[in-house]
């Protein structure tokens, strides 16, 4: 029994690059807020889920650890248009916590998706007169 109830499924993977995917999840049984573009969520897997073969090994859990929840914030890819799922562009650290779990799943597996978004990284947050310059690096 983990901390906090897996409440998404993921619907569709795709692995772009060895370490880079995109999968998409749908809540289960509940509705996705409204989002803007630029905003993140959080999302979780118990630490007992297993990892993907490329990640490095897995440190031992402390005792009575091994099904809290590890949880990190991703950013949403997916459209703020479509209100049935997210897509989240991800790319595997051999050593994360998270990711390895993340790279694990298939389609039909169930993780934490939180319900509530978070950020600032819009562009109603720019000044009319500033100049912006977008660079991305990995995929975050």
């Known amino acids: 029994m983990t901390d906090r109830p ?11 690059a060895p370490g880079l995917m995109t999968i998409r999840t749908v809540p ?22 297993p990892r993907c073969p490329e990640a490095d090994p897995d440190p031992a859990p402390a005792p009575g650890n091994a099904d ?10 997916s459209s703020s248009v479509a209100k049935e799922y ?19 799943l298939g389609v039909g597996d169930r993780l934490w ?3 509530k978004f978070s950020g600032y990284f819009t562009l109603e947050e720019v000044p009319a007169e500033a100049n912006v310059i977008l660079i991305a690096t990995g995929t975050g």
Do not use: C, M
């Open 28 to 49: 289960d049984q509940w509705e996705l807020p409204d989002f803007t573009p630029g905003q993140f969520t959080v999302l979780g897997l118990p630490g007992s889920a």
């Open 6 to 16: 897996l409440n998404a499924i993921v619907t569709q993977k795709t692995e772009h």
């Open 68 to 77: 809290k929840t590890i949880i990190r914030a991703y950013s949403i890819a």
């Open 86 to 104: 997210l897509e989240f562009y991800i790319s595997l650290v051999r050593s994360g916590e998270l990711t390895p779990r993340l790279f694990h």
């Open 113 to 115: 998706l939180s319900p």
